[in-house]
């Protein structure tokens, strides 16, 4: 692995939704594919607001354990989990296209075909973040097949 390579594998920076009055500064995403084979594919470096989100039923009422939706179907549960994060993140004045990393948790590695279908769908053309794809033992409310966590550049 060359320096350069190194150096900006170590520089992956994390900020934390920008207050407005610190926003005269300006974020920019930087996307950098030192493998040829990663460009087009995803990215593997990036400069960076982190929430984790499942198919957890928002409407639940507060202190509640929240149900869990689309029992046992992954990629009803990724859609949704996507169209969470898609909602939070324009609170803060982001979008997909302004995700720069995402970790996915499963409870099955069979469930990363519709994870990566689901993830196709939800970027759209857009360029796919840096990802981690994890298989873990199980989440926090029984009947969640995946958790995703992503990491945005937010101006706000």
Same mark, same amino acid.
């Given at each position: 692995?060359?320096?350069?390579?190194?150096?900006?594998?170590?520089?992956?920076?994390?900020?934390?939704?920008?207050?407005?009055?610190?926003? %005269?500064?300006?974020?920019?995403?930087?996307?950098?594919?030192?493998?040829?084979?990663?460009?087009?594919?995803?990215?593997?470096?990036?400069?960076?607001?982190?929430?984790?989100?499942?198919?957890?039923?928002? +409407? %639940?009422?507060?202190?509640?354990?929240?149900?869990?939706?689309?029992?046992?179907?992954?990629?009803?549960?990724? *859609?949704? %989990?996507?169209?969470?994060?898609? *909602?939070?993140?324009?609170?803060?004045?982001?979008?997909?296209? &302004?995700?720069?990393?995402?970790?996915?948790?499963?409870? &099955?590695?069979?469930?990363?075909? &519709?994870?990566?279908?689901?993830? *196709?769908?939800?970027?759209? &053309?857009?360029?796919?973040?840096?990802?981690?794809?994890? /298989?873990?033992?199980?989440?926090?409310?029984?009947?969640?097949?995946?958790?995703?966590? /992503?990491?945005?550049?937010?101006? +706000?």
């Amino acid at each position: 692995m060359s320096f350069v390579r190194s150096f900006l594998a170590c520089c992956v920076v994390t900020v934390i939704a920008v207050p407005e009055a610190a926003s %005269a500064q300006s974020l920019e995403v930087k996307r950098f594919n030192p493998s040829e084979w990663t460009k087009g594919r995803f990215t593997e470096v990036v400069t960076v607001y982190l929430a984790g989100v499942g198919a957890e039923d928002e +409407k %639940a009422p507060a202190g509640a354990s929240a149900p869990i939706l689309h029992l046992g179907n992954p990629y009803e549960q990724c *859609r949704y %989990a996507y169209d969470k994060i898609k *909602r939070l993140l324009a609170t803060h004045g982001a979008a997909l296209a &302004d995700v720069v990393k995402q970790v996915v948790y499963v409870t &099955d590695v069979r469930f990363q075909a &519709d994870v990566a279908r689901c993830r *196709r769908d939800a970027y759209g &053309d857009g360029p796919i973040p840096a990802n981690t794809f994890l /298989v873990i033992q199980a989440l926090a409310i029984p009947g969640m097949l995946l958790e995703i966590d /992503v990491t945005a550049v937010a101006a +706000k």
